[in-house]
C-alpha cells in the first residue's frame, strides 16, 4: 500500500491544494493527516473541509488540542495564542465540532501515527529529546513505523533494538530496512521552518518498503495576502518567505 502522509498544514490552503493535485498524481492509496491543519494561515475552515471532503482521516495537532483545551492553549507563546484568537473568531461551528472527535493518535497497516511524539503526545517535540533516551520512546509502542510532525521539519530516526540514530532526509527515495524500526519526521505542508521553504510531504510504499519525500512548489503570494487581511502576526507571513 503506498500512503501518503502529511501534516503541520496550518491553514495554508494554496500549499495543501499543491499537494492534494500531487497526491492524486502519485496513485496513492490513502493519505493520513499528522494534525495541526488549523492556525497560522488563513484558511482553516476551508482546509478543514477539504480533508473531510477527500475522506482524509486525522489525528489531533497541538493547535487542534489547544483549541479545545483551554489549559494547553495557556501554554502557548504569545504569536501562537494571539495566533489561535484570531483563527477561533474565524472558525465555523462544524470545524469545531469535528475537531472534538478526533483521537489523539491512529494505527493504520500496523504504522502508528501521532502529532508530537510516540505512543500519544501531541504535545511533546521529539527534536527535544536526547537521542539515547529515544530507544525509551521505541519501546513505548509495538509498531514497526511511526510517522509524527509538529516540528515542521523532515528527519528519520532508526532504532536497530539497541540504539537509535538520526539522520536528515531529503527529496526523493530513501529505502528502510525491514530488520529495523523507524520514527519519520513528515515535515510540513503549509509552514516548513527549514531553508527549503518548499509544501513537504511523505510517501511511504509498505509493499516495497520505500519512503519517498516529495517537496513541491507553490506560491505564497495569496496566502501572505490573506494572513495580513485576517491580522495574524507578521512571523505568520515571515515562515512562508
Do not use: W
Amino acid at each position: 500500500m503506498k500512503l501518503a502522509v502529511i501534516s503541520d498544514i496550518h491553514g495554508n490552503l494554496e500549499a495543501f491544494q499543491e499537494v492534494l493535485r500531487d497526491i492524486e498524481a502519485q496513485e496513492t492509496d490513502r493519505t493520513i493527516s499528522l494534525g495541526d491543519f488549523i492556525d497560522y494561515g488563513p484558511n482553516s475552515n476551508e482546509v478543514t473541509f477539504e480533508l473531510i471532503h477527500n475522506f482524509i482521516p486525522s489525528i489531533l495537532g497541538n493547535h487542534e488540542y489547544a483549541l479545545i483545551n483551554e489549559h494547553i492553549l495557556r501554554s502557548f507563546s504569545k504569536i501562537a495564542y494571539d495566533s489561535m484568537q484570531i483563527t477561533k473568531s474565524l472558525l465555523a461551528d462544524l470545524v469545531i465540532e469535528y475537531i472534538k472527535t478526533l483521537p489523539l493518535f491512529l494505527i493504520i497497516e500496523n504504522i502508528r501515527f501521532v502529532h508530537g511524539i510516540p505512543p500519544d503526545s501531541a504535545l511533546e517535540y521529539i527534536s527535544q529529546f536526547p537521542i539515547p533516551i529515544l530507544s525509551y520512546i521505541f519501546e513505548s509502542f509495538p509498531e514497526k513505523i511511526a510517522f509524527v510532525g509538529h516540528t515542521h521539519t523532515l528527519g528519520l530516526y532508526t532504532y536497530d533494538g539497541d540504539s537509535v540514530t538520526f539522520s536528515p532526509i531529503h527529496e526523493g527515495d530513501t529505502t528502510l530496512d525491514p530488520a529495523k524500526r523507524y520514527i519519520i519526521n513528515a515535515g510540513s505542508v503549509g509552514q516548513p521552518r527549514e531553508p527549503d521553504r518548499r509544501a513537504k510531504y511523505v510517501i511511504f510504499d509498505s509493499k516495497k518498503n520505500v519512503l519517498r519525500i516529495r517537496c513541491l512548489e507553490y506560491d505564497p503570494t495569496e496566502t501572505i495576502r490573506k494572513i495580513r487581511q485576517c491580522g495574524y502576526p507578521e512571523l505568520n507571513v515571515n515562515r512562508l518567505v
